[in-house]
């Protein structure tokens, strides 16, 4: 088995850093066939995780492995990212100044400011924000936090696995992508075993599915009711070497597939979801993916910011 840039002991590592700062977010077993299908659905509430998304495990886990420069740290987000490192950086009394586009849900920028970092608008797009980033770190000597394509990043997300294996046995795990770290992480600390991970890209938005096709990252267009958190143009040759190695496949959903997950979580679990959570839900629901016949399928739930203005539109 070939050595990953991620390993399973970086991750364990990550988990001892960070877990007194995270939460453990639970599972709901669902009875076989309850999605359609003969499987057993395991679903993760990792939207209930601090700072509303998973990103809070990579954030806490690259502040916490670095050094941090006395003007401290800065990032650039759609929302979620910023979010998790706001809310880390002010957990651990560092400063943090979160550069994010203009298309940034405002929700999403209210919670950077809640929870006390300075907020920059960007540029009108995510690669505007981020060249206004890397100019500042330039400037300054801040820290920069990426939102993936990072090792610090990468093993904190592989958390989630970890703790999920633990929680549940399984035989796939479904997860959505957006610019690969979480589904690095998972592909990481799965990678030797019999699980299988399932990445899940909305059709507007495929950046890990175009790297995989071209054998290495590539820019893509994105369109995509997600595309606030699953809208990377590239996903870069760190997650695609991870991706490459322990990604079974890609599944692709339409934007019509992702807002009918909203409503089934909502309806059905009594769980609201911002729509880049709910892509895994969707590729199930879709058939999108199709689980093979007995599986134990974990399905992940990975985030919760939710524009309340949007909310009952989507669930309606």
Request: with cysteine; hydrophobic share 50%; charged share 15%.
């Amino acid at each position: 088995m070939p050595l990953l840039p991620v390993t399973h002991d970086d991750i364990r590592a990550a988990h001892a850093r960070i877990r007194s700062h995270i939460r453990q977010t639970p599972v709901i077993e669902l009875p076989r066939g309850a999605l359609g299908g003969d499987f057993t659905p395991v679903l993760k509430l990792e939207h209930s995780q601090l700072s509303g998304s998973f990103k809070a495990r990579g954030a806490f886990n690259s502040l916490l492995s670095m050094a941090v420069p006395a003007a401290g740290v800065a990032a650039a987000s759609g929302g979620n990212h910023g979010a998790a490192v706001a809310f880390a950086a002010r957990a651990l009394g560092i400063p943090a100044r979160i550069f994010v586009p203009e298309i940034s849900p405002a929700p999403k920028i209210a919670a950077i400011r809640r929870y006390g970092a300075e907020v920059v608008i960007g540029g009108a797009q995510y690669d505007d924000a981020q060249a206004a980033c890397d100019l500042y770190v330039a400037e300054t000597g801040a820290l920069k936090i990426h939102p993936f394509s990072a090792p610090a990043t990468i093993a904190g997300q592989g958390t989630l696995g970890l703790e999920w294996s633990a929680q549940a046995g399984l035989d796939e795990v479904v997860i959505a992508v957006g610019g690969g770290g979480l589904v690095s992480g998972a592909a990481a600390w799965f990678h030797g075993t019999d699980v299988k991970v399932i990445g899940v890209e909305p059709e507007g938005s495929r950046a890990l599915d175009a790297a995989l096709k071209a054998g290495g990252p590539v820019e893509v267009k994105v369109q995509s009711v997600a595309a606030d958190s699953l809208g990377a143009r590239n996903v870069g040759p760190l997650v695609h070497e991870i991706c490459a190695a322990g990604v079974h496949t890609v599944a692709l959903v339409p934007d019509a597939a992702i807002l009918s997950a909203i409503r089934t979580a909502w309806q059905d679990f009594h769980q609201m979801l911002e729509p880049g959570g709910a892509a895994a839900l969707g590729a199930i629901l879709s058939g999108a993916h199709r689980p093979a016949p007995g599986a134990r399928v974990g399905i992940l739930l990975c985030g919760g910011n939710v524009d309340l203005g949007r909310a009952a539109e989507w669930a309606a």
